[in-house]
């Protein structure tokens, strides 16, 4: 997969359809910890990580970065899921917890195909300080595919649809799932392969779909993981991937006209892969997205 940041680099662009919320007040970073997949308490103040909420069968609602400002103060990034209704979700689960969740439609996220000036792995960088009513934070979010930058704040950067789709094919290349509301509560982090962006825990206490998650690790059940595709025409979230006459696993997201990531077992007999009578390659995926 050829990935040709160059194109993009030195500004930010408008990371169009991503969202943000925050968690505030003295029980956020617990709240978190018994709601979302990740343990959070494995991260510092400064520092992020990739995580989920799950159903209570073990199924992904929503992947998102999480970015932990202090314990009372958290934030996530939300790359696919409408920060609204996410938010409006969660709160069913407050009850007496001392946290405000709350969608923020007053920040953007933007991209740029450059490192961070600071932010480097999961250590974020606080640009306006801990203190300050305005938010301005970078992420890095580069990979063995290149330099990328995250930017939370005000400023939602310019529309640049040719970046957004480079953006998207980074991720995909490198196993990061983008899940359109089809494909939302359709699998579990294994099916996923979540493991490989440590977006989720086997150890910590309990949180929804624990169970399943935990289970199907130290039983050894896991059975299907991504795959990265490339065809030449339109692919569609849904599609199944067919080996012969065979259908053997399902397309969970695409970028562009080109590549996809499917679902598909991980022993399989090699052979060739179609989607709709269309022949497709697997590629393999790339590395460093992991945090």
């Not at 680099?9 to 003295?26: K, M």
Request: proline share 5%; aromatic share 8%.
């Amino acid at each position: 997969m050829h990935d040709n940041p160059q194109a993009a680099s030195g500004r930010h662009f408008a990371l169009s359809g991503t969202s943000v919320a925050t968690l505030e007040g003295r029980d956020a970073a617990a709240f978190a910890q018994a709601q979302f997949c990740n343990d959070v308490t494995a991260i510092t103040p400064g520092q992020w990580q990739w995580s989920g909420w799950l159903t209570p069968k073990g199924r992904v609602m929503a992947l998102f970065a999480l970015l932990k400002r202090s314990d009372e103060s958290l934030l996530l990034w939300l790359p696919d899921a409408n920060a609204v209704a996410f938010c409006d979700a969660l709160r069913r689960f407050v009850f007496r917890s001392k946290v405000v969740v709350r969608p923020r439609e007053d920040l953007f996220a933007s991209g740029r195909f450059e490192a961070p000036a600071v932010a480097n792995g999961n250590t974020f960088d606080d640009r306006a300080g801990s203190g300050a009513l305005e938010l301005d934070l970078e992420l890095d979010l580069g990979a063995d595919g290149g330099p990328r930058c995250l930017r939370i704040g005000a400023d939602a950067g310019a529309e640049d649809a040719a970046a957004m789709a480079q953006w998207a094919a980074f991720d995909l290349a490198h196993g990061l799932p983008r899940l359109p509301e089809s494909q939302v509560e359709h699998w579990t982090p294994q099916q996923l392969s979540l493991q490989r962006l440590n977006a989720f825990s086997v150890k910590k206490g309990c949180y929804p779909g624990q169970e399943i998650v935990a289970r199907t690790h130290f039983l050894g059940k896991v059975k299907r993981g991504l795959a990265l595709l490339e065809g030449g025409g339109r692919i569609d979230p849904g599609a199944e991937v067919r080996a012969g006459d065979t259908a053997i696993g399902n397309v969970v997201c695409a970028a562009g006209n080109r590549f996809a990531l499917a679902v598909l077992p991980l022993e399989r007999t090699p052979s060739a892969l179609a989607i709709g009578g269309m022949p497709v390659q697997e590629l393999t995926l790339r590395e460093g997205l992991a945090r």
